[in-house]
């Protein structure tokens, strides 16, 4: 009856016909909705130029580096200046830009550490004037490099000859920087241009590897590190750096492959729990030599835990060639992030146990590729974690050295991975999320960033790449290379 008489009523027809095409057209919309919040960035990346796409990721609003190594994050310009400004504080710094065969054969030529053979070692006149005066020769003043000396100085601590690579940057560069890197107030000034300079690329937090111990005044008499915590903290509370909202914390980092890396985990342990900015501790120095292999730290780890109770940690692991356990080891140590984490692939039990789990992979692609852990990105772990849900995020490493920026990263993952946006978000949200920082500081920063990033988003949906800025963004040495994104026709 009722279908009878509905059927007969023609302007009921064309009624319900009407909420019919509606209600269609509705569910219709619902389906492309959800992924248009990610088609203006999937357009971009169609239509984009590769300087377009790089100058939209180097304005986005970006989370935090949870991986970068103070010393390797200082670009080689930067130690050059504060060599020479430190001269001001009463160290005077020496070069080796020749070698006189000054050592007679037998003598310690190639020995790790500190090579006789090596040249652009840096030390501070006190340390300087211990070398024989044959030794003494090789040297020259900082200040009185010729152009082609300085320039030599310069590439000595960069990563960027097809034929430098892992044992170069393991070997020379920190071999190189040596007294540079024992001067506290010159390392408080590498800290604070890196503040300047990551903020510039829009991030708003900081959890850096620093270690506070092994420094020396320009006379060489040894500094503390509740001293050298002092510098650093007194340096930060200049208004420069107070003026870029930036957050940061510290992490303590030890050479694990020593034979007293016990008692330097024992002391960085007792430093980090006293300190309020240092939070974390990490462990540092190739994975490819088995002396510091994780396993070797658990007892260590086990008796610290029964006196301290506010030490996070944060471990390098599975930065190698070969598969191992080191990254299974390392979450029993009690990391709660796992540097690198190369080799996790080859773990299938250890990459189920972090699926969607409380543990994050700190990725750092640039890297990983100039030190010869992947040969192409192709063979990268990083998509397989990312969309299988291991927690991820993207961090520098020591960008100095490779003449590197956290924009790059993101190019990086764009270019070989395809990254979507809502995986750009969650890269971001992430690398707040799993940082050490308190969790009110934590939920507070989260809540900042995702207001910042829609905002970014709608004003890119909307504008489309006339939202960005006119002023290209900064490009450094790795892109360049890459990706031709120095090319005279952008500008640079
Ligand atoms: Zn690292």
């Not at 930067?78 to 009463?90: F, I, K, N, Q, T």
């Not at 408080?188 to 300047?196: G, L, T, V």
């Not at 088995?290 to 396993?295: F, R, S, V």
């Not at 939202?467 to 290379?481: E, N, S, T």
Request: contains cysteine; proline residues 4%.
């Amino acid at each position: 009856m009722l279908s009878r008489q509905f059927l007969m009523n023609r302007p009921l027809r064309v009624m319900f016909g009407l909420f019919f095409t509606f209600f269609l057209s509705s569910l219709l919309l619902v389906a492309p909705t959800a992924r248009a919040n990610d088609a203006w960035f999937e357009e971009i990346k169609r239509t984009a130029t590769d300087a377009e796409l790089y100058q939209l990721l180097y304005e986005m609003p970006k989370g935090g580096d949870l991986h970068l190594h103070i010393s390797g994050s200082g670009f080689p310009e930067w130690w050059y200046e504060l060599a020479l400004a430190a001269e001001a504080d009463g160290y005077r710094y020496y070069t080796k830009v020749r070698i006189n065969n000054c050592r007679d054969y037998g003598g310690q030529a190639f020995k790790i550490g500190t090579p006789y053979l090596l040249m652009f070692v840096t030390l501070q006149e006190s340390n300087w004037k211990k070398l024989p005066t044959c030794e003494q020769e090789e040297y020259v003043r900082m200040s009185s490099l010729t152009p082609d000396q300085k320039e030599g100085w310069l590439n000595s601590i960069k990563l960027d000859k097809s034929y430098e690579g892992r044992a170069e940057f393991f070997e020379t560069h920190w071999q190189r920087l040596q007294d540079l890197a024992a001067n506290p107030w010159l390392r408080s000034e590498i800290i604070a241009r890196n503040f300047k300079a990551f903020s510039d690329e829009g991030l708003m937090y900081l959890e850096p590897q620093v270690s506070a111990m092994g420094y020396i005044d320009a006379q060489g008499s040894g500094i503390t590190p509740a001293e050298v915590a002092t510098i650093f903290e007194s340096r930060l509370v200049e208004q420069d750096i107070r003026d870029l909202g930036l957050y940061w914390r510290f992490q303590q980092s030890i050479l694990r492959f020593t034979p007293f890396a016990e008692e330097d985990l024992k002391q960085a342990y007792e430093f980090v729990s006293s300190q309020e900015t240092w939070v974390a501790v990490n462990m540092v120095g190739r994975e490819d030599d088995d002396k510091g292999h994780p396993a070797r730290f658990l007892s260590a780890m086990r008796a610290l835990r029964h006196k301290y109770n506010n030490v996070k940690l944060s471990i390098h692991a599975g930065e190698v060639d070969e598969p191992n356990s080191h990254v299974k080891d390392t979450l029993l140590l009690g990391a709660d992030r796992i540097g690198h984490g190369l080799n996790l692939i080859f773990d299938p039990d250890t990459m189920l146990l972090m699926r969607h789990g409380p543990y994050m992979v700190e990725i750092n692609l640039v890297s990983n590729l100039l030190l010869e852990y992947v040969t192409d990105y192709s063979e990268h772990p990083f998509p397989e974690y990312l969309r299988t849900g291991i927690p991820v995020a993207l961090s520098t490493d020591d960008r100095g050295m490779w003449d590197s920026t956290m924009t790059d990263e993101f190019f990086v993952a764009v270019k070989e991975f395809n990254l979507s946006w809502e995986e750009i978000k969650l890269l971001g949200e992430n690398s707040l999320k799993y940082s050490f920082t308190e969790p009110a500081k934590k939920k507070e920063m989260l809540k900042t960033y995702a207001n910042r990033i829609e905002r970014f988003e709608k004003k890119l949906a909307r504008q489309g790449l006339s939202a960005l800025a006119k002023d290209p963004a900064p490009r450094h040495g790795f892109v360049c290379a890459r990706y031709a994104l120095c090319a005279p026709s952008l500008g640079e």
